[in-house]
């Protein structure tokens, strides 16, 4: 393994996903190459259907390839079983997506230990609290879902996907649901925290105004990678 | 760390309410199954004991010759209870008064069940004893204290002996529900039956051995005596077919279990759906779980600490409100019955536990595999996993465990085979039946934007899913309206075996020239009487000249006919009537043909113990007079009904050729007792027997019967309603999702409303019509087959079927519904998200 390597926490080659459908079989992804360092945001953009959220579950291990190669931290995924692959999630990656995911029975507070409960951490009440804080919802940790605003929905989304202290936040179109007060909300507390933590943020999404607030945009097009560029942020971070 | 979450992920569903319904099913599984076992073990329990009071033992031994044989001995060596009866007639003696009276000696351990009621003088209350007279005393029946002038403390001479009347005797448990000898009953002691010197050798007696003991013991002991047993000794069971009570009651004890089977498979199809729509709407909590890191262990802990204390939370509260519920259940049929019902073993208890968790395993286990699979990409791909919830498997494993429940608790294979059959039979109907109703409903043309026209479309949109819902609905409607239908049958044909005003006292042995003032009697005290019919005795002395000794062939004491068995060996009663009476029905040959032969008609059960053909003539001897009557017909005789009724009866024309008594039966209150015994003592030769206990008890366990099976019912309609509400939940979630979009399109609160109501109004009305059409022709079959009333055709069901189908479903899906109507669009939206 290259130095270089070493310092790219995920690095792909040659990253193929193929579905059998019913008129044959359907490539969505070919040979897809590229490289993010540590702490780098990276912005994945294309029209609907090019293959970028596809992109994201390959990346974080929610699915398998069907070619090629993704290194998440060092670890060669297509080598892993879906067990140790939820053991690298619950390790290294944190996710916030466009419809919230929060599970309906769970207060905000328990919403956002969950992750820290399922890795066993026996502090998950007192981080959560702190990152509810950060997000602020401190007032609203006993609510459960449904009786939260979707900006506020989100916002417990982000503080559960920064519990842990993750290596690696993966954000499906976060502020897609959202009107344009909270989705800058959300964005703004998105990238405050991912520098605040040092995490290496991967952000699907089609907004391209979004998009620029990251360090590098990777461009998907019909399941091949277009372009990658380098966004607005670059200068900034 | 998981043991937190899993407790708190459980709490919160539950007080979420997503867990309410299949909680519910596995409660009202156990609920249904403990309290029908123990209930119909408990009703059964007390059903053998009546039946076994009815012969005063579990089985018994009659002759007409004294035994001889060493059975008590055995029986003993058994460890059987046993006891000696010995019947004889005669005379009574006190005051001047004489009277032959119906003596019935028995040993110190009669009764071995039920109990002989008694009064210690005549103006006191009656009340229940075990035992009969001590050595030295004699009960009599109240109408001999008249008849005979005395009072208890009197003493009264019978045959040779003097014996201290002690005792007024009410009733015996196996006094004879209807016979012709006489009411003049008298209770003595055994020992006693030498003092009186009335058995002498050639005496007419009838000796009766009585045993009681353990089904087993009882089994063991016939299978050493049956191959000993002589012709003239019959041995009974307490099956004893010609009790009218013992056909209704294991007509009971077979509703009871048929209910039992459909609160079962309805409480399991409740199940099967909710636990299925349970592990459904867990589909995104796991797949977030797995995103988030959980692994696949975690989460396979987590949902069976949640299966395990659903199953034990409501398996302890379906126990305990079964047991509160039979508690009351049995007390009330306590009530009405004046007695305690036996206590119920452990049976219940474990087969309920057991149906609970074997109910929560294979429900609920095929989803939870599912469950474990669903793939993290779920969290990107929302429809991703849905398609595991179409499983064949499950529909097979579920198909398969209520088969066996069924089995289980019934411990019949056929009846369950027959039942699990025809209702997949059913199934496979509907289904049909569903789907081209649905595709005639798109052709209907109705105005577009109706309510009516969006309640079909809605229908044909969920085509599938709605031919499922139908196929629950239509066999819930269907099940309840089976059980109803065939109490109302079954009660109502009870009703007419015992009616109301059934007599309650036969008259025997009037002279013709009494009939007038016995007339005269019953219409000045307002009694309601039957017609006199002419009896006399004769005796079957030869068929086509040849004697009857020889004709008679050996057959198997307790498969042979009691009747027709004690009445060959004795002169049976004969009359002769114009037309067939109530209750008869030719079933071979024809009716009098009006000539001047005499012609016989013949109970059926006769023509083979007699081997009997139509045109064969019978040879009668009665009181030394001989005469010839040709068989003409055979009939079928309802012994089940409180009529008297015949073995023979011949034709009109022998009026007048034989010396007769009359029989005729009133209806007696307790006010007509003392002039009833003025009446027979002004007319002595008339006997009087008294009925009136016996009806009482056959119509109080009618009515305990009845409250059962009404309790029964009520369960299975809980189970019913619980089907259709899991089903309107499984579909809540797709509805909400409608409402939002119509609403948002502008439809009107009102449109919405109006076109869930109607299409629950349709839905409802469709599954209660192919419920009403399914369950009325499968009643036809049941109740020929199973029940033995005779099949017909309800149009109420017709009505009843749809109407009901259409309000029960249209309620709960319109009250289900009504909470998600009334809400804001973004309140759906957001629960929606």
Same mark, same amino acid.
């Given at each position: ?237 | ?153 009197? !003493? ?193 208890? +474990? ?17 939870? +595999? ?87 479309? !809605? ?15 239509? +066999? ?316 017909? +055709? ?40």
């Amino acid at each position: 393994m290259s130095v270089l390597s070493q310092l790219n926490v995920i690095q792909v080659e040659g990253l193929t996903k193929r579905v059998s459908t019913l008129e044959g079989e359907l490539t969505i992804l070919s040979e897809i190459n590229f490289s993010v360092k540590s702490g780098e945001s990276v912005a994945i953009v294309g029209a609907s259907g090019s293959g970028k959220s596809t992109l994201l579950s390959l990346l974080a291990g929610l699915d398998t390839a069907s070619g090629g190669d993704i290194r998440l931290d060092g670890d060669a995924l297509s080598t892993l079983d879906e067990e140790q692959r939820a053991c690298i999630r619950a390790e290294k990656v944190g996710f916030v997506f466009q419809s919230f995911m929060l599970v309906q029975s769970l207060t905000a507070l328990e919403n956002v230990m969950l992750p820290a409960e399922l890795a066993g951490d026996k502090k998950a009440k007192s981080q959560a609290i702190e990152l509810l804080e950060k997000v602020g919802l401190s007032h609203r940790l006993a609510h459960y879902p449904s009786q939260l605003s979707g900006g506020e929905q989100q916002r417990v989304a982000i503080a559960r996907a920064f519990i842990g202290s993750p290596k690696i936040l993966f954000a499906d179109e976060p502020s897609a649901n959202l009107d344009s007060k909270n989705g800058h909300l959300i964005e703004r507390l998105l990238f405050d925290l991912n520098k605040q933590n040092g995490t290496t943020l991967i952000l699907v999404t089609h907004d391209e105004q979004l998009a620029q607030q990251c360090q590098r945009i990777i461009h998907i097009e019909g399941g091949k990678l277009e372009q990658i560029r380098e966004g607005s942020a670059i200068n900034v971070g | 760390m998981w043991v937190k979450l899993a407790f708190r992920l459980f709490a919160r569903e539950f007080r979420r309410g997503e867990l309410t319904i299949i909680f519910a099913a596995i409660a009202l599984a156990v609920l249904t199954v403990f309290s029908l076992s123990s209930v119909t073990e408990r009703i059964g329990l007390n059903i053998e004991k009546k039946t076994s009071d009815f012969i005063a033992a579990d089985r018994r031994l009659s002759s007409n010759h004294e035994f001889t044989e060493n059975y008590l001995d055995i029986a003993s060596k058994e460890g059987l209870e046993t006891a000696s009866l010995l019947f004889f007639d005669s005379m009574l003696f006190a005051n001047d008064e004489l009277v032959l009276g119906s003596v019935k000696a028995v040993s110190e351990q009669y009764p071995l069940r039920g109990m002989v009621t008694i009064k210690d003088q005549l103006d006191e209350l009656p009340y229940e004893v075990r035992g009969g007279p001590k050595v030295g005393s004699i009960w009599l029946s109240e109408g001999l204290f008249y008849t005979l002038n005395v009072n208890v403390g009197d !003493t009264v001479e019978l045959g040779a002996g003097q014996f201290k009347v002690s005792k007024v005797l009410i009733n015996e448990p196996d006094a004879p529900f209807f016979s012709l000898a006489g009411n003049k009953r008298v209770l003595l002691n055994y020992l006693d039956v030498a003092k009186t010197q009335a058995v002498q050798a050639g005496s007419r007696v009838f000796h009766r051995l009585l045993f009681a003991g353990t089904e087993q013991q009882l089994a063991d002991y016939y299978e050493w005596l049956k191959p000993q047993l002589k012709e003239n000794q019959n041995w009974e069971g307490i099956k004893d077919r010609q009790s009218p009570l013992g056909e209704n009651l294991a007509r009971a004890e077979r509703f009871l279990l048929l209910a039992g089977l459909f609160g079962i498979m309805l409480a399991a199809v409740a199940m099967a759906v909710s636990a299925k729509r349970y592990c459904e709407r867990q589909y995104d909590p796991v797949a977030m779980m797995k995103t988030l890191g959980g692994s696949r262990q975690i989460i396979r802990n987590i949902f069976l600490t949640h299966l395990g204390l659903v199953t034990l939370v409501s398996i302890a509260i379906g126990l305990g409100l079964g047991f509160i519920l039979q508690h009351i259940g049995a007390n009330y049929l306590a009530q009405f019955m004046g007695t305690q019902l036996p206590e119920a073993g452990a049976k219940p208890w +474990l087969l309920s536990a057991f149906i609970g968790v074997v109910c929560a395993l294979m429900f609920s286990l095929k989803p939870l +595999l599912d469950l474990f699979d669903i793939p993290p990409l779920r969290v990107l791909r929302r429809n991703l996993g849905d398609k595991l919830a179409i499983s064949k498997i499950h529909m097979v494993s579920s198909l398969l465990t209520i088969f066996a429940l069924m089995w289980l608790f019934s411990g019949q294979i056929i009846l369950t085979l027959i039942l699990f059959g025809s209702t997949l039979v059913v199934i496979g109907v509907l289904f049909a039946i569903s789907r081209a109703l649905f595709s005639f409903g798109r052709k209907l043309g109705l105005s577009p934007g109706s309510s009516w026209s969006l309640a079909i479309a !809605t229908l044909q949109k969920r085509a599938n899913a709605n031919a499922i819902q139908l196929i629950s609905f239509a +066999l819930a409607i269907k099940l309840m309206l089976f059980l109803v239908v065939l109490k109302n049958d079954m009660i109502s044909d009870w009703e007419m075996q015992v009616p109301e005003d059934a007599p309650n006292a036969f008259f025997i042995n009037i002279p013709e020239q009494d009939i007038s003032p016995i007339t005269a009697f019953f219409n000045n005290n307002g009694i309601t009487h039957e017609a006199f019919y002419p009896v006399f005795n004769a005796r079957v002395n030869a068929v086509n000249g040849e004697e009857l000794a020889r004709r008679l062939s050996k057959q198997e004491g307790e498969e042979q006919d009691e009747d027709a068995r004690e009445g060959v060996s004795r002169e049976p009663n004969l009359t002769w009537l114009s037309d067939v009476p109530e209750g008869n029905e030719i079933i071979e040959g024809e009716w009098f043909s009006g000539g001047d032969e005499i012609e016989v008609s013949v109970f059926e059960g006769w023509k083979e113990v007699l081997d009997l053909e139509l045109g064969d003539t019978i040879s009668f001897l009665a009181n030394e007079q001989r005469f010839d009557a040709k068989v003409t017909s055979f009939r079928s005789v309802d012994w089940g009904t409180l009529k008297p009724n015949f073995v023979m009866i011949l034709s009109p024309n022998m009026a007048g050729k034989i010396p007769v008594t009359y029989f005729s039966a009133g209806k007696l209150e307790s006010q007509h007792n003392k002039d009833i015994s003025r009446l027979l003592q002004r007319h002595p030769t008339v006997s009087m027997i008294d009925i009136k206990s016996r009806l009482e008890q056959a119509q109080s366990i009618i009515a305990q019967v009845s409250l059962a099976i009404g309790f029964v019912l009520s369960i299975v309609l809980v189970s019913g309603a619980l089907v259709l509400i899991s089903q309107v939940q499984a579909s809540l979630a797709e509805r909400m999702q409608e409402v939002v979009i119509l609403r948002t399109l502008g439809a009107k609160g009102r449109l919405i409303k109006l076109a869930t109501l109607y299409e629950f109004i349709l839905l409802g009305a469709i599954a209660g019509f192919v419920a009403a059409l399914v369950s009325d022709v499968a009643l036809l079959v049941i109740q020929q087959q199973l029940f033995d009333v005779e099949g017909r +055709l309800h149009l109420y069901v017709w009505i009843l079927g749809p109407v009901s189908g259409a309000v029960f479903v249209a309620s709960i899906g319109y009250f289900m519904v009504a909470n998600t109507m009334r809400q804001n669009t973004q309140g759906l939206l957001r629960k929606l998200s």
